[in-house]
């Protein structure tokens, strides 16, 4: 007969107390496991939604925290918005110079490679502009590329799918500019379907409605990503919605902010352009001749050319109070703005450079989400796990001192069975062992029955967890941190056997046979 | 016969609660030979028990040496005298001393698991049968009658191959009619054995039944009417 046998038996002996000091302990465990496997949760999705397909995202000056949570995301107020001008410096020659052909702006914006294009060099850039709601989920005006260019998946290789429709088109004669698709919650929580048009509100979820809307082309599949908690509307769309076109009367501001704009393009020039030094970014006269005017809160701008741009919203047009031979037409490059700009390097060595390039700048950031998401992590939800895990480890201590207690009052009934062992040839140590079995025994047992009650728990909250976070948690799932509780346990347990075993140490064999 | 047990000017005295110490034993000369089955008679009291701890190692001798075996105890460890135990001595308990945690059976093998011949399962179930009890394997302590936990105590004693077994009153909580039957058994199996026996016991009638009574107040020199020192 084995000694972990006699303590098995100790243990059924003692049925009600070793249940409820296991049960104790269980809880114990549970909570540390379930706390663990939260922050496990929280950290695998920070960092999934972390990496999607680009590895930085450029904006305006400020915290990269801020604008790591805006743009990835969803989350924060965007800090200010970028010159549109600053989102083709990723960009090649003749993409820029189809954009000025396109939209107008400086032809002289046409004649170079964007600054930072040689880095890009295969990847992408994709540009968003956020700042309005659909209901209380963000618009996000973003390009087609968006559904095309990034990944997801926790190898980040899935593409984005559809569940209903499809990816939003630059242009569509039945919906114009005015194409959207929703995330999978989105979806689900404003319970819209498939060609249903919906209003963005602006600035905040209970800000004033655009007048203009967008009509539902596709439903995304879940991702696991805030892009299931984002409504991606098309971003010419989104620019000609009232108030978002950024004026271009001159004025004392403005001024000063085209002495900013000369210094950026100054700097860029002294770089690799130094013929457009003395250029402004301000449409001038050529091709392009914006004329604006404001109706029905839609701003129009007239082009001279390119006159497939010109479309008639014939989509719910009375609705919003227009004609329905209404022409939109394209706003020009000085007046667009983006909030930051989603960028892959084709060579990810290139990446650091240029970081740096861009943060040597004067108007632009360039933030790593993935890093600004570790520094949140090791931040904020570390101490706040450490703290968590103090307060469990509390408990889990609460629960040896209950094994303490429970096999030291024992003790007492049982000093004559350990005097009945040693006169039967047991040893000191041997009686000592067999007390610190039975707190292993309780520890063990507890332990698992704490680790199946949270994961248990978690299984049973896995689909919440899911689509909440798009993590995808199964009964063995397990944080890397779970593995050392059970050494954690079994040392907690031995602490409490110590005292135990001394009493049955020094139990005296022969008062206690007699007794 | 070869003395199995050899013991020569014991001392025992115990600490008194108001500081003295108390002689309880002080035998000078005392034998048990190989196969031999000898019965102690005492009154309450006057040291019987303590005899049996000190020849099974759980008391030290305050002087004196016991040999058993061969070996002298005395002068082995605490950790020593407990091998000793496990592997040499076989004991049963005036009150049984049944771990009521354990089935029967789980008992008896208690009986061996301290010892080296620790995985014997066969020999506890033999020995319950030989104590009659094969039906009775997975009852506990509780579920049996009085007579049953002593014959599940005399198979614990035996299942370790023992060389001497110490009976301490063993029939004294038994029924007078399972007292014979008791007493009978354990001659038998330790005869069967070949297993020393030194029983302690007050009651005259049951001693008859051995080859040789010893009077413990005839061997020990202490005089338990006036005993202290």
Redesign the interface.
Known sequence: ?SLIH?AW??F??RALSSFLTTFSLALGVGLVVLVLSIYGVISEAFTRNASVGYNLVVGPKGSPLQLTLNSVFYLSQPIENLPYTEYMEFLPKDERASMVSRFGGDPKLAERDGRYAPYIAGGFAIPLALGDYFGEFRVVGTTPEFFTKLKHGPNVDEDFTFSQGRAFSNFSPENSYFEAVVGARVAKEMNVVLGEKFYPTHGDPSGHGHALGFTIVGILDPTGTPNDRAAFVNLEGFYLMDGHAKPIERDPEEDREDVLDEAVDAEESNEEQPETESESDAPTTGSIVPEITESNGVRLVQTESNTSDSVSDSTNGTSEGQSSDQEFRLISIPEREVTSILIRNGNIMFAPGMQNAINEGIRAQAAAPIGEINKLMNLIVGPLLTALLAITGITCAVAAVGILVSIYNSMNDRR??IA???????????VTSIIIFESFQVALIGTIAGWLLAHTAIVLYSGKIEEQTGVQVGFFTTSNYEILVLPLVLGLALIAALLPAWAAYRTD??SN??A | MTALVNIKDLKKSFTQPEGGKLLVLDIPRFQIEKGEQVAMIGQSGGGK??LL?LI?G??SPDQGSIQIDGLQTNGLS??GR??F???T?G?V?QTF?L????TAI?NV???????SG?HQHARAGDLLARVGLQDRFNYRPGQLSVGQQQRVAIA?SLA?RPKLLLADEPTANVDPSSADSVLELICETCREEEVSLLTVTHDMQIASRFDRIEKLDEINQVDHTTASS
């Not at chain 2, 771990?99 to 354990?102: G, I």
């Open positions: 007969m006699i038996r100790n059924c002996h004559r069975d009945i062992m040693r006169a039967l040839g047991a040893r000191r140590t041997t064999v022969g046979l007699s | 028990t303590t701890h099974a759980l008391l605490e950790e407990d091998r135990r496990a592997e001595i004991y308990f001393n771990l009521p945690a354990f789980e093998r208690l009986g061996m698991a301290f010892g620790k614990r370790g």
